[in-house]
């Protein structure tokens, strides 16, 4: 078995000394020092020579080249320009990683994939490795996400790629344990963000990892989600996502008041000026009960509150 030879401390160490680069806790700059993990994460993506695969924030090329040993390509996305360009140097020989230099929120989906084809039509055949992916490959926009995520961005990256077009066929992130179980949780703990993933996901939490497996080690353990996409969202909400979240959200900015509450004042915060009355009674219409708080309640009672308040909150804006 090949060994991953970026795994080396001494070398993370060289590396980040040589880039003159401090890691930052407060950005989530903690890089990988155990492989246990990163089989782990490659275990979990399910990878095979035919995947296309988008990594967020490849750092020193740990988990790159990880991915490179069981995925067909991989694209990676590198705000830092010095670990781009050092990634540039280190990947030179590899013509199946296509690395994009910005911010991986200011990149759609069909944009990255559009950017990587681009880099893949621009190469000589002579330097294409022989493998059962079509010339075109980028254009059939199928695709998973695996990657280490930056902590101060995990919530933004993860509805980047849940709501943007086209969505991954599967996405397996390392994110910290806290934020893990706040988007696996069940009703009674549930949150925004929860519900902003299992309404497009079924969430899962694959391992623990332990904070000494990174450099610097973190302040907190960290876990490999992975997140089932669906078919369809787990609501159909008639293409009125939006409008749909309005209403959880607005919930959610007083959690831990009672609906009755919580929702006419977080609609008025956002500008929809709706009655107390009308809307408890909007409440007890969808069979919700307006002494529940938000974090209780489900996708599909959330759907049955749209439904009976919806139409008053688009005629209140």
């Known amino acids: 078995m090949l060994m991953n030879p970026y795994l080396s401390l001494a070398r993370v160490r060289a590396a980040l000394r040589n880039l003159n680069i401090k890691p930052a806790r407060g950005m989530g700059q903690n890089f990988l020092v155990d492989r246990h993990p990163l089989q782990q994460i490659v275990a979990a993506a399910d990878l095979s020579p035919t995947d296309l695969v988008i990594e967020v924030g490849p750092g020193l090329g740990v988990l790159t080249?990880?991915?490179?040993?069981?995925?067909?390509?991989v694209i990676t996305v590198e705000l830092d320009r010095r670990l781009a360009a050092r990634l540039r140097d280190e990947f030179a020989h590899q013509s199946r990683l296509y690395i994009i230099e910005g911010d991986i929120l200011?990149?759609?989906?069909?944009?990255?994939?559009?950017?990587?084809q681009a880099m893949h039509n621009e190469r000589s055949p002579i330097q294409e490795q022989p493998d059962t992916l079509p010339t075109a490959f980028i254009s059939q926009r199928a695709y998973k996400?695996?990657?280490?995520?930056?902590?101060a961005i995990t919530a933004p990256v993860l509805r980047h790629f849940l709501e943007g077009t086209p969505q991954p066929q599967l996405m397996v992130v390392l994110l910290q344990w806290e934020v893990a179980q706040r988007i696996t949780a069940a009703p009674g703990d549930l949150s925004m963000l929860a519900h902003a993933v299992q309404f497009y996901a079924e969430p899962e939490i694959v391992a623990r990892v332990s904070a000494s497996s990174f450099f610097p080690a973190?302040?907190?353990?960290?876990?490999?989600?992975?997140l089932h996409i669906r078919a369809q969202p787990a609501v159909d909400v008639d293409d009125d996502i939006d409008g749909f979240f309005r209403i959880i959200k607005a919930s959610f900015l007083q959690p831990r008041k009672k609906l009755s509450n919580a929702l006419p004042v977080g609609l008025a915060a956002m500008g929809h000026r709706i009655p107390r009355e009308v809307v408890v009674a909007s409440l007890t219409t969808a069979g919700v009960s307006p002494d529940r708080r938000a974090e209780t309640v489900t996708l599909?009672?959330?759907l049955a509150v749209w439904q009976a308040l919806g139409k008053r909150i688009h005629s209140s804006g």
């Open 65 to 73: 080249w990880e991915l490179l040993q069981a995925a067909g390509r």
């Open 106 to 116: 200011d990149l759609p989906p069909e944009n990255i994939l559009a950017a990587a």
């Open 145 to 151: 996400v695996v990657a280490n995520l930056p902590y």
């Open 218 to 226: 973190p302040a907190v353990d960290s876990a490999i989600l992975r």
């Open 300 to 302: 599909s009672e959330w």
